[in-house]
């Protein structure tokens, strides 16, 4: 009869079984010396295999440069908080570019091109209800550079910047400038009226990482960036 702890598909049990005999008995060490003696072999080692050595703590992150990651700045790019907003095109839509001088206004150019917007600087608050009444007459948006002439110029300009009530505001950032330069008058912008997004050049123009990530608002490149 069939043992039940024997499967069937071994087939039929028989009384001619070679007992097995373990590697670690006195038996299988007696065996292997008779094979050694018959063949002039050497002696196998009965040493346990020694495990392989763990990796060297000295060894980093920075020791190692796996292929396919982004470049500091693309890192940078991805830690942004998503894509930049739809630019306004309404009729009399107010976007306000806030930057230093030749920063300020031609992003503000090019933001409005995409629009087919009027760029157009207001100073104060009947300067931004004409600008909008013009942009309704017209039929497009109005964007309007804010030009800043130094780092802490915009504490004296808050006033006046949020009697300007844009619809939308964005920051002209030249990654160029001093990072800690920058996080400094975007955060004094942000403090009078929230800034919505980063448009930014310069990146030709410095080979560190830009720093915009620390800023954490979305990001639009006005300009081709070298790989």
């Known amino acids: 009869m ?13 009384d001619d079984i070679t007992p097995a005999v373990s590697t670690s008995s006195h038996a299988f060490q007696a065996i292997l010396d008779d094979l050694v003696r018959t063949v002039d072999l050497p002696m196998p080692s009965m040493d346990p295999v020694a495990p392989a050595a763990a990796p060297s703590a ?10 396919g990651l982004p470049s500091p700045a693309e890192a940078d790019d991805a830690a942004l908080v998503g894509p930049p907003p739809a630019r306004l095109q309404g009729k009399g839509d107010l976007t306000l570019v806030i930057g230093f001088g030749p920063d300020a206004r031609e992003a503000a150019r090019i933001l409005a091109d995409g629009v087919s917007g009027d760029v157009r600087p207001v100073a104060d608050r009947r300067d931004a209800l004409a600008a909008r009444a013009d942009g309704v007459r017209r039929g497009c948006a109005v964007v309007a550079p804010v030009e800043l002439d130094a780092v802490d ?3 004296a300009l808050a006033a006046r910047l949020a009697a ?8 002209a950032v030249d990654v160029s400038r001093r990072p800690e330069d920058t996080l400094r008058w975007v955060a004094q ?3 009078v009226l929230a800034v919505d997004a980063i448009a930014a050049t310069g990146a030709r123009r410095t080979a560190g ?7 954490a608002r979305p990001l639009l490149w006005l300009e081709t960036r070298e790989g």
Not at 164 to 171: G, K, M, N, R, T
Not at 209 to 215: E, I, K, N, P, R
């Open 2 to 14: 069939p043992s039940r702890s024997r499967p069937e598909w071994l087939g039929p049990e028989t």
């Open 153 to 155: 110029a915009v504490p």
């Open 164 to 171: 300007l009530a844009p619809d939308q505001v964005w920051v």
């Open 189 to 191: 912008v942000d403090a």
């Open 58 to 67: 000295s060894i980093g992150l920075d020791d190692v440069t796996p292929a």
């Open 209 to 215: 990482s830009h720093g915009l990530a620390s800023l």
